[in-house]
C-alpha cells in the first residue's frame, strides 16, 4: 500500500502565499506522475498542476504564472507554491500520484485525504 500525506494548507489573505507539500511512503518502486487537484464546494475536481519524473509540468490555465509545482524524486515528495492568491482559489487540494510497485509494473494511482486552502479577507 501507499499512503500520500499533505500538509500546508490553512487561511491566507488575497495576495498571499501557500506552499503545500506531500509525502509519498509504502511500497514505492518510481512515481511517474505527481500532481495536485482541488475541488471547490459544488464543483467537480479540478487538475491544478502535475510533474513528471523528468520534471515536466503542466499547469491549468488559471493558475499559470502564480503557482508552481515541483518534486523531490529522492523523497517522493511533491511541493505546490502558490503565490498571488485569489479567493476563487478557495478549495480543498488534493496530492495524486501514479505509483509502480516494482520496475515495469503497471501505475497505479492514489490520492491524499486533502488540505483546505481558504484565500479570504
Known amino acids: 500500500q501507499v499512503q500520500l500525506v499533505e500538509s500546508g494548507g490553512g487561511l491566507v489573505q488575497p495576495g498571499g502565499s501557500l506552499r503545500l507539500s506531500c509525502a509519498a511512503s509504502g511500497s514505492i518502486f518510481s512515481i511517474d506522475v505527481m500532481g495536485w487537484y482541488r475541488q471547490a464546494p459544488g464543483k467537480q475536481r479540478e487538475l491544478v498542476a502535475a510533474i513528471t519524473s523528468g520534471g515536466s509540468t503542466n499547469y491549468a490555465d488559471s493558475v499559470k504564472g502564480r503557482f508552481t509545482i515541483s518534486r523531490d524524486n529522492a523523497k517522493n515528495t511533491v511541493y505546490l507554491q502558490m503565490n498571488s492568491l485569489k479567493p476563487e482559489d478557495t478549495a480543498v487540494y488534493y496530492c495524486?500520484?501514479?505509483?509502480?510497485?516494482?520496475?515495469?509494473?503497471?501505475?497505479?494511482?492514489?490520492w491524499g485525504q486533502g488540505t483546505q486552502v481558504t484565500v479570504s479577507s
Open positions: 495524486h500520484a501514479k505509483v509502480r510497485y516494482y520496475s515495469g509494473s503497471y501505475p497505479v494511482g492514489y
